[in-house]
């Protein structure tokens, strides 16, 4: 395997997936690609509540796949990571970084000292008094929630060299393909509990939200309705396409992935109106979707009919050379809308 090579590990609600990617004179190449369900309940809407058995996963991951090193890119995102717009005075980015807590403390819903704390500069402006300014994003996360991911792979054996945004990660993997027709579009990567919504242009990110919602609380109704356990639901919802359509059980599923899709639709589209309404000068031109959530029976349809865009589904892997991944072209496939967050934090290390 020639040049360099970085691994993304993505620690999800239920799964924990890995990319390793590797740039050499042919451009980037997947290398390796793989997955890993976690025991249920020991990740809580994309926070670790139990690290070991997700680090005995981490380690199952790396044994069946065959990383090549042990070195990770890692993710977060979850109810207490904070992304907002936010206008800075401008100064060079060592100072920006060394000054940053005592600026945004009192936009923090949490101490400072208890935050990760990064900001992403957009554009430079020039404020009313002729001085200029940054504006950007500002992203603090809970230093405890990015610890404990941290500390889930250093238990597996793995050293995490950084940990990102998986908003940005996504924005990394699936933002750079709008071409010449497209100026501003939405990447929504549908998780089982967690949601990423990024609004780009040209592949600068221009608004981020991180909806707690996803393909779980799909699952979660059929449940409910069925009155049956989780895992039997999941099986009922995965093969909606297949049923007998003339079962009262169909029905049932049905009526419950409808609701709780629109529902989630509603969401989405509360975020991009949000967005709207702030950047009226750059409207939202289409959407990308990703995820596992993302493959929900007629979730496209809904999404296209509520905010009157297209939607397309997101390819993450379209840009890269495919490697002896061990996979097929059905696998690969099957893995395409489940990659966006791992091979972005891979891109981010190369």
């Known amino acids: 395997m020639a040049g360099r090579t970085a691994i993304g590990l993505d620690i999800g609600t239920s799964v924990v997936r890995a990319a390793e990617l590797s740039y050499g004179r042919g451009g980037i190449t ?29 380690r199952q991951l790396w044994s069946a796949t065959g990383f090549s090193h042990s070195k990770v890119v890692m993710g977060v995102a979850n109810q207490r990571v904070l992304v907002r717009q936010l206008e800075l005075p401008y100064m060079p980015p060592n100072e920006l970084r060394a000054s940053l807590p005592f600026q945004v403390q009192d936009f923090l819903p949490m101490a400072v000292d208890a935050a990760v704390l990064d900001f992403f500069p957009i554009e430079e402006t020039i404020g009313e008094n002729g001085g200029r300014n940054l504006n950007g994003l500002l992203v603090a996360a809970s230093r405890d929630t990015v610890l404990a991911n941290v500390q889930c792979a250093e238990r597996a054996g793995l050293s995490c060299t950084s940990v990102d945004l998986t908003s940005f990660a996504v924005l990394r993997s699936m933002g750079r ?51 049956i356990p989780s895992q039997q639901a999941e099986g009922l919802k995965q093969q909606l396409l297949i049923a007998d359509q003339g079962t ?27 967005y709207a309404a702030s950047s009226p000068g750059s409207p939202v031109e289409r959407i990308v979707i990703s995820g596992g959530g993302s493959r929900l029976e007629g979730l496209q349809e809904r999404l296209a009919s509520s905010t009157r865009l297209p939607v397309l589904a997101g390819d993450p892997l379209s840009s890269l050379r495919i490697g002896k991944t061990g996979l097929d072209d059905r696998q690969l496939d099957f893995v395409k809308p489940l990659a966006a967050v791992p091979v972005g934090l891979a891109l981010g290390a190369l």
């Open 248 to 274: 009262e059980e169909f029905a049932a599923v049905q009526r419950a992935v409808a609701t709780t899709a629109q529902e989630f639709v509603d969401e989405i589209r509360g975020s991009l109106d949000y």
């Open 177 to 227: 393909h709008t071409g010449p027709d497209i100026e501003t579009e939405a990447l929504i990567d549908v998780g089982a509990r967690v949601t990423n919504v990024v609004v780009h242009s040209a592949g600068v990110p221009r608004f981020v939200r991180i909806l707690l919602m996803g393909g779980q609380d799909v699952t979660d109704a059929v449940s409910e309705r069925l009155g």
């Open 30 to 58: 997947l290398e390796r690609f793989g997955q890993v369900v976690l025991p249920e309940g020991t990740v809580h809407d994309g926070e670790v509540i139990d690290p070991l058995p997700v680090a005995a996963s981490i």
